[in-house]
Nanobody, 118 residues
Framework: QVQLVESGGGLVQAGGSLRLSCAAS????????MDWYRQAPGSQRDLVAQITSIGTTNYADSVKGRFTISRDNAKNTVYLQMNSLKPEDTAVYYC????????????WGQGTQVTVSS
């Protein structure tokens, strides 16, 4: 059974920084793309950043230049470094990954709250 466990959320003032982590565990053969999504109250879940298995990255326009996604393949972990945070970044942040276990599946973490105060 594969699990994604996020950590690192919290409350921060505008202009501050947070670093989210998401570790995959279980029976894992390989991990493809790993992503971070976010969902604010009353809004849909949107892609924030993606990193492929070879390190190619992609960002939502709203976070370019402020957020950095990275991964440690030896630890099956993806990170999201968030700098210059704004109140509009407030949301629940979800980790997502395509993981090859006994099958190729799409897995989600439980979510971690990020709140940015003005």
């Amino acid at each position: 059974q594969v699990q994604l466990v996020e950590s690192g959320g919290g409350l921060v003032q505008a202009g501050g920084s947070l670093r989210l982590s998401c570790a995959a565990s279980g029976t894992i053969s390989s991990i493809g793309a790993m992503d971070w999504y976010r969902q604010a109250p009353g809004s849909q879940r949107d892609l924030v950043a993606q990193i492929t298995s070879i390190g190619t990255t992609n960002y939502a326009d709203s976070v370019k230049g402020r957020f950095t996604i990275s991964r440690d393949n030896a630890k099956n972990t993806v990170y999201l470094q968030m700098n210059s945070l704004k109140p509009e970044d407030t949301a629940v942040y979800y980790c997502h990954a395509v993981i090859h276990t006994y099958y190729r599946g799409s897995f989600w973490g439980q979510g971690t709250q990020v709140t940015v105060s003005s």
